[in-house]
T-cell receptor, first 116, second 116 residues
């Protein structure tokens, strides 16, 4: 069965601290996709990144970076020099079915609070 | 470019009633998925439509149904509402083509349904 685990329910940091959000996934598919989404208080999920199972290169986008390791089935997300605007719930998701955007399996989410 | 639009934003219904939620995807997107978000269960996949056909379905009872129109707009219907159906219902659209690569899903702000 497919599963996504985000062990950290809530994290609180002070502005400018670095923070890493953990994501561990389970799947028997050889081809799969991993995603991170941000959910601010307004409710909509904001897409952050997609990674396919054949691309283990780490990615950096501004203050955001992602570390994908197939050997440990992890896809961790780091925010460098956090800001108050980063406060939100972050979801890691797994999609196993090629061509189908449905069946996104979400983790329970990590609520990040960044204090000034 | 307009985003995903969900209507209404808020809804209060009585147990036993039925409800219809609407989702207008981003122009050009043919895949529409629906998710239910509750504090206890998190984000759960309901179903996905592509070109007016249901392509995937989650583990929800038959009281939950949906459809997609030729303009890709989608509706979701819940009949015989129960208290446990109170949730944020999120719609996502994507370019995902039949058999193609997973692309990112863009989410609407959701419809918050309260069943009393």
């Amino acid at each position: 069965a497919q599963k996504v685990t985000q062990a950290q329910t809530e994290i609180s940091v002070v502005e400018k601290e670095d923070v890493t959000l953990d994501c561990v996934y389970e799947t028997r598919d050889t081809t799969y996709y991993l995603f991170w989404y941000k959910q601010p208080p307004s409710g909509e999920l904001v897409f952050l990144i997609r990674r396919n199972s054949f691309d283990e290169q780490n990615e950096i986008s501004g203050r955001y970076s992602w570390n994908f390791q197939k050997s440990t089935s992890s896809f961790n997300f780091t925010i460098t020099a956090s800001q108050v605007v980063d406060s939100a719930v972050y979801f890691c998701a797994l999609s196993g079915k090629r061509g189908s955007q449905g069946n996104l399996i979400f983790g329970k989410g990590t609520k990040l609070s960044v204090k000034p | 470019k307009a985003g995903v639009t969900q209507t209404p934003r808020y809804l209060i219904k009585t147990r036993g009633q039925q409800v219809t939620l609407s989702c207008s995807p981003i122009s050009g997107h043919r895949s529409v998925s629906w998710y239910q978000q509750t504090p206890g269960q998190g984000l759960q996949f309901l179903f996905e439509y592509f070109s007016e056909t249901q392509r995937n379905k989650g583990n929800f009872p038959g009281r939950f149904s949906g459809r997609q129109f030729s303009n890709s707009r989608s509706e979701m219907n819940v009949s015989t509402l129960e208290l446990g159906d109170s949730a944020l219902y999120l719609c996502a659209s994507s370019l995902a083509q039949q058999g193609g690569m997973n692309t990112e899903a863009f989410f609407g702000q959701g419809t918050r349904l309260t069943v009393v």
